[in-house]
């Protein structure tokens, strides 16, 4: 077949109409160029990019296809098995793919006689459907829950819903609760009703020795404005892990945080890698544009 085709060959390639093409690449649905501005103004078509096109459709029509298959998979896992680690993966798999035809299944865990079960039955929900998990997770603030699922829940309602109730109780999990897994996910779910309360514990936990939560702690500085902010973004340009430089970098240049240009500059000029120097120099371009 010849590189360049009309819309007839071209629509005959794809197996669609004419017409159903002509509207598709007019906005911008498949790849085409007309020749010139009237109504019936001829259009044009690069094989190779229709070809890219179906690769594409494939590609999307494929994961679909194994993803609607693992989460059966993990659906019968949850019906069959009593292995506790295979149903650990299974609901925390289903919360990660969104799995809402797989919601009864995992609802029914939230009456497990093991809480790690409860926890991870509980957070998954809040994964796939978030907000409307009210009536399902909200009473657990106020019964004999495991506090990891008190905790998650408080968090997913304070933060989105500015709840009161799940405020207070994590401000109490900050003052009492030594588990430190739990003070940081009261942390992120106090970022917007309180950034007062949780500012310590970020900047303390901003030098942790574990890189995950260093990350974790960073991400935060996007909802964050305190007077040392930037000096906080520039000690972290220079982490020993590449993704919380690049993050760093990020937040400086959506912040328009123009003193850091300089470190943003090192960056580029340094051997690090192509990753964070096209991060650090988007944000120097996005610095300038806030600073017109």
Not at 259 to 283: C, F, M, N, Q, Y
Request: aromatic content about 6%; charged content about 30%; proline content about 4%.
């Amino acid at each position: 077949m010849k590189e360049i085709l009309n819309i007839k060959e071209a629509g005959e390639y794809l197996s669609i109409h004419p017409e159903v093409l002509r509207k598709k690449a007019a906005s911008g649905e498949i790849p085409g160029k007309k020749l010139g501005s009237g109504k019936k103004s001829p259009w044009r078509f690069h094989k190779a990019d229709l070809d890219r096109l179906i690769s594409r459709q494939n590609g999307q029509k494929n994961w679909n296809q194994r993803e609607d298959q693992m989460i059966q998979d993990y659906v019968s896992v949850l019906k069959t098995s009593d292995d506790l680690d295979k149903l650990k993966d299974a609901l925390h798999a289903l919360g990660m793919l969104g799995a809402e035809t797989a919601l009864e299944e995992v609802a029914r865990f939230l009456e497990s006689p093991f809480d790690e079960l409860q926890v991870l039955a509980g957070k998954a929900m809040l994964r796939i459907i978030g907000s409307e998990s009210r009536d399902y997770l909200y009473p657990r603030l106020f019964d004999n829950s495991p506090i990891e699922l008190k905790v998650a829940v408080a968090a997913f309602f304070a933060y989105h819903e500015n709840d009161q109730p799940s405020v207070d109780f994590l401000l109490e999990v900050l003052q009492t609760n030594d588990n430190r897994q739990n003070c940081l996910q009261a942390v992120l779910g106090l970022l917007r009703a309180a950034p007062d309360k949780v500012m310590p514990v970020i900047r303390k936990e901003l030098n942790a020795p574990h890189a995950a939560i260093r990350y974790r702690m960073v991400m935060t500085l996007e909802d964050l404005d305190y007077p040392d902010l930037e000096e906080d973004l520039k000690i972290r340009l220079t982490d020993s892990v590449t993704n919380i430089r690049k993050k760093a970098a990020e937040i400086a240049g959506r912040k328009g945080y123009r003193h850091l240009v300089p470190e943003l500059v090192k960056r580029i000029l340094s051997d690090d890698s192509d990753e964070v120097k096209s991060t650090a120099g988007s944000a120097i371009s996005e610095i300038y544009g806030k600073n017109r």
